[in-house]
């Protein structure tokens, strides 16, 4: 269940990833995400250790910088550095090809991988997100580097080894042992199992926030199956119940309210119709990256999510999340980007 918790909490950490990165990236026309990816990683790089010394701002050898796409089009004294589409053409490619000059100057010859990625980006045009202007540089890219190394939402998914444990018998999942582990480091041992009639009232609460009714307890106890567990937790997950216990977790974050508290503390109009999305969505397992993004921008989705029964556009409600809780200045500060976002692209 912390595991649930863990999710929903990273999705701020995404609504603030995206909300920068749509800020940044600014305008609608320039090169495409997958070109401007591609160029910040190898191509830009590359370029930076390799060729700024004797290309940048401190010296222009041959004339030459390579540190914008207007400088490189350019080129030094023997003209362009590039030609669009064409690296058979383009002098930049010749030289760290060794054809013509032997770049980078008095310095190995470049991998082959990267000349090999430095023509694909020539074929494709030599795409260059544009440039923000020096001050208005936020020191964003240091926050998404840290991020995102650091994070563990954004850490590849891997399967680690099992640790040793001495009672092996007692864990039955993989999951177990990484509890048994850490228990047998703190020098415990487990707890007794569970009976029955604790296991039901335990999970009730958990997954529906509400004790058990006595058909739960009845039908669990009669269960032959093979596995009455998974199919009262099944049974559980069915309740409309879920949606309600589980919803409030993600209002708990979104500093869901009715008013607007501080001193006037107005009502907020209709905060109840993003409680009830936010609870059908967790009862009709709405995938988590659509939920995020019609919190951003449900609004604006090409195919919204549309609820026939009861004739709702149940996309755009998401959005709304961005006028609750008055006392929470993250979303606030937030909001004020996404309305800069929106600004920028009409
Ligand atoms: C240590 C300094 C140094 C480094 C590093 C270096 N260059 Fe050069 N580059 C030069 C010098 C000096 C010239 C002028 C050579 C000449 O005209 O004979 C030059 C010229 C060029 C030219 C021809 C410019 C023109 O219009 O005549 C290109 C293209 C070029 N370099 C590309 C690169 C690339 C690409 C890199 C990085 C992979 C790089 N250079 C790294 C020193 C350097």
């Known amino acids: 269940m912390t595991q649930y918790c863990r999710i929903i909490q990273s999705f701020f950490t995404l609504l603030l990833l995206l909300c920068h990165a749509t800020s940044a990236g600014g305008a609608a026309e320039g090169p495409a995400p997958k070109d401007m990816e591609f160029f910040e990683r190898p191509i830009r790089p590359l370029l930076a250790q390799n060729c700024y010394s004797c290309h940048g701002g401190d010296n222009q050898f041959g004339s030459l910088r390579l540190d914008s796409q207007a400088r490189v089009m350019k080129g030094g004294k023997s003209g362009p550095a590039v030609v669009p589409g064409k690296p058979e053409e383009s002098l930049l490619i010749k030289a760290v090809r060794h054809e013509t000059l032997q770049m980078p100057l008095g310095r190995n010859k470049l991998k082959g991988e990267e000349i090999a990625a430095l023509e694909e980006w020539v074929r494709a045009g030599a795409p260059w997100p544009e440039e923000a202007p020096a001050k208005l540089s936020t020191g964003y890219p240091d926050f998404y580097k840290k991020l995102t190394q650091e994070h563990w939402a954004f850490q590849p998914v891997r399967k680690p080894e099992l640790p040793n444990v001495s009672r092996v018998s007692w864990a039955r999942t993989p999951i177990d042992r990484f509890i048994l582990a850490s228990l047998e480091k703190a020098g415990l041992a487990p707890a007794p199992s569970a009976d029955k009639q604790t ?5 009730s609460f958990v997954l529906t926030g509400l004790p058990p009714t006595v058909k739960d307890i009845e039908s669990f106890f009669q269960d032959r199956s093979a596995d009455p567990y998974e199919r009262l ?6 309740s409309p119940h879920f949606g309600e216990q589980w919803a409030r977790h993600w209002l708990d974050l979104m500093r869901f309210g009715e008013t607007h508290g ?4 107005y009502e907020i109009i209709g905060p109840w119709r993003y409680r009830d999305y936010l609870i059908r969505a967790f009862n009709s397992d709405v995938p988590y990256d659509q939920l995020v993004r019609e919190h951003i921008a449900g609004d604006l989705l090409q195919k919204p999510r ?5 004739r709702i556009n149940e996309s755009v409600i998401g959005t709304t999340s961005f006028r609750l809780g008055g ?14 976002c929106s600004r920028q692209s009409d």
């Open 262 to 265: 501080y001193e006037w503390n």
């Open 327 to 340: 006392g929470s200045r993250r979303l606030h500060s937030i909001s004020r980007d996404r309305l800069r």
């Open 306 to 310: 549309i609820n026939l029964q009861e």
């Open 233 to 238: 937790v099944d049974r559980l997950m069915a």
């Open 199 to 203: 296991l039901v009232r335990r999970l």
